[in-house]
């Protein structure tokens, strides 16, 4: 089934472009640690390339497998050598996992930049025929997890830090027929990161519909699953590299917002007054409520 999405911009990127482009001097994250859940393959991956691009001083790269951790960081650094890849195991559902590996993170300094990617699904179906622990397993990685990582990284933020929550569409578009379990979970998460933004008004929270690729562990279970599918895919590089646009002063006015990584950056800077005079604007609300 094909499926057309809206957009907030007139301009839809599919790929990396010139403004975002982590090689932007305007951009660079120089002095800047990163850590970023999920961050073995895919999505994750790239965005720990973009961030090396940037001149990050350390990408931290947690995920489950040492195997896939270790090959994502000498790819980046033979690609990169002056980049710095941190590779350490952790299962974002486990407390005592999340502990461990933040408790080593603090050892090397403060955070300055930290990005909750990692991700599970759900089988696809009714609700009327899920399973309720395979649905709520998606609750263990995409609401659970995130509250225990976010919770460790206040405690080692920087001044001005920026935390990016990797979300989906299917938290606030109409529903998506069997993709529940996934959905509540994203939706949720959604939540709970603009609660952060309130609680820690110094601080820049975002959510991020990062987009539609397939090559993705989610996504190819989601097409795979449900039948859907898309008419353009985008590049794995292009949330990577929004991402570090995120992370910018040049995106400063988005603080708190639900953003799409496709769309144009200069079109949104465009729109900040109407962002300054709007704070509900971009973010989960009840359609028709009165602002």
Do not use: C
């Not at 393959?41 to 896939?68: D, K, M, N, Y």
């Not at 976010?150 to 935390?163: F, T, Y």
């Not at 938290?171 to 709970?192: E, I, M, R």
């Not at 988005?254 to 007054?273: M, T």
């Amino acid at each position: 089934m094909a499926t057309t999405l809206p957009s907030y911009t007139k301009t839809w990127h599919n790929d990396v472009y010139p403004s975002i482009h982590s090689s932007r001097p305007e951009l660079a994250q120089k002095g800047k640690r990163v850590v970023i859940t999920g961050g073995a393959g895919g999505i994750g991956a790239a965005t720990a390339e973009a961030f090396a691009i940037a001149g990050a001083s350390e990408v931290i790269i947690l995920g489950r497998t040492q195997a896939t951790l270790e090959k994502t960081k000498v790819t980046i650094e033979k690609k990169h050598p002056d980049a710095k890849i941190t590779a350490l195991v952790t299962d974002v559902s486990i407390p005592s996992s999340i502990a461990e590996a933040f408790e080593t993170i603090a050892k090397g300094g403060p955070i300055d930049v930290f990005i909750n990617n990692a991700a599970a699904l759900a089988d696809i179906g009714p609700i009327s025929a899920a399973d309720p622990l395979d649905f709520w397993s998606s609750f263990e990685v995409n609401v659970r997890g995130p509250l225990y990582a976010v919770q460790a990284v206040l405690k080692n933020i920087s001044k001005n830090g920026v935390i990016i929550n990797n979300s989906s569409a299917i938290a606030h578009v109409p529903p998506v027929a069997g993709h529940a379990g996934y959905a509540v979970g994203k939706l949720a998460t959604v939540k709970l990161f603009e609660y952060l933004q309130q609680e820690h008004p110094d601080l820049a929270f975002f959510n991020l519909q990062p987009g539609i690729i397939e090559s993705t562990g989610v996504a190819t279970k989601a097409a795979t699953q449900s039948g859907n599918s898309w008419p353009q895919q985008d590049t794995v590089e292009l949330p990577g590299h929004f991402m570090v646009w995120l992370s910018s002063p040049e995106a400063s006015f988005l603080k708190g917002r639900f953003v799409w990584a496709n769309w144009d950056v200069e079109e949104l800077r465009q729109k900040s007054k109407t962002f300054q005079e709007n704070p509900a604007l971009l973010t989960t609300g009840l359609l028709g409520w009165p602002q």
